[in-house]
């Protein structure tokens, strides 16, 4: 099964890069970097962070998690009504229906006061 060291070795050899170029990226050394696509190391959140973010990839697929590459910015594609459709809970205590339905129309009436206030700002 391929793991994060092939996937790291297949984004370097992909953008011409020696092990060497790959290791500055994260600011480590190269016998470090060679670890990481040996799987002899394992490179922490932030350094796994900072290749996706060179490589334009998503975390989850240097992490095998996935086979899509593209990564979606934290604000791209988060909708609130997705999130209120799914078992939220406020540290660990689950919110029930009536607190999602308060959710929901406090987030309605935020939407609303938006729309007045682009409306305003097209013809103001």
């Not at 092990?19 to 480590?28: E, Q």
């Not at 670890?35 to 697929?61: C, M, W």
Request: aromatic share 10%.
């Amino acid at each position: 099964m391929i793991g994060y060291g092939e996937k790291l070795k297949e984004l370097r050899l992909e953008n011409n890069l020696t092990m060497g170029d790959a290791a500055r990226i994260v600011s480590i050394a190269k016998s470090t970097y060679a670890g990481y696509e040996s799987e002899f190391r394992q490179p922490s959140l932030e350094k796994i962070t900072l290749f996706a973010h060179y490589y334009n990839v998503s975390v989850d697929y240097i992490l095998c998690l996935t086979d899509q590459r593209e990564r979606k910015d934290l604000n791209e594609g988060f909708n609130a009504k997705n999130l209120l459709s799914e078992e939220l809970h406020w540290d660990g205590i689950p919110l029930n229906e009536e607190e999602l339905k308060h959710m929901n129309e406090f987030l309605k009436t935020i939407e609303e006061r938006n729309k007045k206030s682009k409306t305003s700002k097209k013809f103001g």
